[in-house]
T-cell receptor, first 115, second 114 residues
Framework: KAGVTQTPRYLIKTRGQQVTLSCSPI?????VSWYQQTPGQGLQFLFE???????NKGNFPGRFSGRQFSNSRSEMNVSTLELGDSALYLC??????????????FGSGTQLSVL | DQQVKQNSPSLSVQEGRISILNCDYT??????FLWYKKYPAEGPTFLIS?????DKNEDGRFTVFLNKSAKHLSLHIVPSQPGDSAVYFC?????????????FGKGTKLTVNP
């Protein structure tokens, strides 16, 4: 079974631009979550999508948005990029996204650098 | 407000010795706890978990201990191997306001020296 695939692996953008990141979950997984990892803050939850609906949301500004398609693939968009948005963005998938026995399967991430 | 704290950003141990990684949480709603391991240029992978009804869970060289009254959990790796060198994230799961929350700590970088 293929793992979680994130594209692109690396991105360099300048302040004010916008960016779209893509995530293909493991086949059969319906929940997709997005996390931001920075050296100082660790893994911070952005949002979770299940069956094309945002089910959970973290404490990030509205510049961060996402969506999920009918095939469970997800995209994350960041508008008006700021220097502080430089981070590793991780996507994780799970079967249903809930329940205590559910484990997250992470992709390798997209490393975003904002100059 | 940091609900999940890993107070040691880094830890260095000798091969063959025990590695102990600690994690503290503040929110009583958390009742399931997980550890993830992350190598550079890879996503985190699930390592071991424990439910709040237990105080210990063991899987090979990895054991997680939970002290609910102290809101503290720890991961023990015995014996430590160089391949265990990675960043370890503690994660706490619980339900609040009808919504399930999974909160990660900032991670501890473990280095196992040969």
């Amino acid at each position: 079974k293929a793992g979680v695939t994130q594209t692109p692996r690396y991105l360099i953008k300048t302040r004010g631009q916008q960016v779209t990141l893509s995530c293909s979950p493991i086949s059969g997984h319906r929940s997709v979550s997005w996390y931001q990892q920075t050296p100082g803050q660790g893994l911070q939850f952005l949002f979770e999508y299940f069956s094309e609906t945002q089910r959970n949301k973290g404490n990030f500004p509205g510049r961060f948005s996402g969506r999920q398609f009918s095939n469970s693939r997800s995209e994350m968009n960041v508008s008006t990029l700021e220097l502080g948005d430089s981070a590793l963005y991780l996507c994780a998938s799970s079967l249903e996204g809930g329940g205590y026995n559910e484990k997250l399967f992470f992709g390798s991430g997209t490393q975003l650098s904002v100059l | 407000d940091q609900q999940v704290k890993q107070n040691s950003p880094s830890l260095s141990v000798q091969e063959g010795r025990i590695s102990i990684l600690n994690c503290d949480y503040t929110n009583s709603m958390f009742d399931y706890f997980l550890w993830y391991k992350k190598y550079p240029a890879e996503g985190p992978t699930f390592l071991i978990s424990i439910s709040s009804i237990k105080d210990k869970n063991e899987d090979g060289r990895f054991t997680v201990f939970l002290n609910k009254s102290a809101k503290h959990l720890s991961l023990h790796i015995v014996p430590s191997q160089p391949g265990d060198s990675a960043v370890y994230f503690c994660a706490c799961k619980g339900t609040q306001g009808g919504s399930e929350k999974l909160v990660f700590g900032k991670g501890t970088k473990l280095t196992v020296n040969p």
